[in-house]
């Protein structure tokens, strides 16, 4: 038995000796993260290409210039009845009657059309629509690298979380070893029935179970973590919260939901598309429909080959600038129930934004409650980690008397363990609220991360 004891001790002060992977920081993993997330990379080729959607929008009103050229055989007669033909030195004749002809000639036509939307409530409602998509695009990309940097706290934190767990259940084993070798020496001396052997062993062998679990339980959050971010694995330790001491009290909470509701990527994107329908029911308005345009023309035209008189040869050439009125009469009925279906689509998506306003709002009351009473738990839980060192310590002093059996020390022992576990998972607790908080204002970035990250040090065995 001591030779065992002696071995896990060893094992232990190894563990807890043995160089220690890097401490990475919380935005550092983010960093990586950005560069590695697949889904991420996804969102960032979507947002880059709704950009140029912008450029499509303004080139709606740009005037638009088409070159047109033709080439092909035709035919063509023509014959004038009636005519009055006059020419220098030759006088006036009348009742002259003239006749072209090309059988099977070539003909070929060029022209250059341009044209200069002036009215269109159409076109702005189309130029409308995709600049809002464009926003849409953005403020999806914003949510989700917000999502992206929620995600990454969280499982930095379940790492931290995890490292923490496993070096409690170390002590807790050593702690508890000692205990075991401790009953069975007494026992040989026949200070203590043998009960507190029997106890002491079954409580070590629960403790190594546990212990395992933690280790396990370390391993898949540490390679979450490497998979996500894209580290090695050695270069993981996550870091804890120490207090929250330095962190801002609160929002209050009017301001906060002010600002969810102002800032919000989902709210924001529900109303955006509020703004997509009712620009999608206005192109099908009557007056929509009425357009105004600038159309300028610059044409020639060549027809020539052998004909019923001989060769001949056609050619004309004609310019032209106007303006063009299109008013479509009627449609059958498309247009209006086309626009009576956008405007049910609108109130649609009017609904979805009150639905997700109250759903926003809920999020934000349990975020604001866990952090506006963070702090005093976490305070509660410290002062219940001394309290059960405290206990522990007595129980180990009345023990030693004969005041105190073995349970009872493993006991004392194994609820300090916990409140130790409790304490490091209500300051993670606060950390996390205070981000969320922040993320459902839209406003999680870096330098909240950093703010979260500042006040923490890299797990130890105490």
């Excluded at 001394?386 to 522990?392: F, G, I, L, N, Y």
Aim: one cysteine or more.
């Amino acid at each position: 038995m001591r030779c065992a004891r002696w071995t896990l001790t060893v094992a232990l002060a190894a563990a807890c000796l043995a160089p220690t992977a890097r401490a990475a920081g919380l935005v550092d993993i983010w960093q990586a993260a950005t560069q590695n997330d697949k889904t991420l990379a996804v969102r960032n080729a979507a947002h880059a290409a709704a950009q140029p959607k912008r450029d499509q929008a303004a080139a709606l009103w740009r005037p638009n210039v088409a070159l047109s050229t033709s080439v092909g055989i035709a035919g063509s007669d023509t014959a004038t009845q009636g005519a009055q033909f006059s020419a220098p030195g030759l006088g006036t004749s009348q009742n002259v009657a003239f006749a072209t002809s090309v059988n099977s000639g070539v003909a070929g036509r060029v022209a250059v059309t341009l044209a200069q939307p002036l009215y269109s409530p159409l076109r702005r409602a189309q130029q409308l629509q995709i600049g809002l998509s464009v926003d849409v695009a953005d403020v999806q990309w914003l949510a989700d690298r917000q999502a992206l940097m929620l995600r990454t706290a969280e499982r930095y934190f379940d790492l931290a979380l995890a490292e923490q767990a496993l070096q409690v259940q170390q002590r807790q084993l050593v702690a508890v070893q000692r205990a075991s070798d401790e009953a069975q020496d007494r026992f040989k001396l026949g200070v203590t029935p043998v009960t507190d052997t029997y106890e002491a062993q079954a409580r070590l062998g629960s403790v190594r179970a546990q212990r395992m679990a933690a280790d396990i339980d370390l391993r898949l959050k540490r390679q979450g973590l490497a998979d996500s971010s894209g580290l090695p694995v050695a270069d993981l330790q996550a870091r804890l919260p120490l207090g929250p001491m330095n962190d801002p009290p609160a929002p209050d909470l009017d301001a906060a939901l002010a600002a969810a509701d102002a800032g919000n990527p989902g709210l924001r994107m529900r109303r955006l598309a509020v703004d997509v329908a009712r620009q999608e029911a206005a192109r099908y308005g009557l007056r929509a429909s009425l357009t105004v345009d600038v159309v300028a023309q610059l044409a020639q035209e060549r027809l020539s080959g052998p004909g019923d008189f001989g060769n001949a040869s056609n050619r004309s050439g004609n310019r032209s600038i106007g303006l063009l009125l299109n008013l479509p009469l009627f449609d059958g009925g498309s247009r209006d129930a086309r626009q009576l279906e956008a405007m049910r689509l609108a109130e649609q998506a009017a609904a979805e934004v009150d639905s997700t306003r109250e759903q926003v709002a809920q999020q934000v009351r349990a975020a604001w409650l866990g952090l506006s009473v963070g702090t005093e738990r976490v305070a509660a839980l410290a002062q219940a980690l001394h309290a059960a060192e405290a206990r522990s310590d007595a129980t180990a002093l009345g023990r030693e008397v004969g005041d105190r059996t073995t349970l009872d020390l493993l006991n004392a022992q194994n609820d300090g363990a916990s409140a130790r576990l409790a304490l490091a998972q209500g300051r993670v607790a606060l950390v996390m609220e205070r981000l969320r908080l922040a993320a459902l204002a839209g406003a999680l970035d870096e330098p909240e991360l950093r703010a979260a990250d500042a006040d923490a040090a890299p797990t130890r065995l105490p």
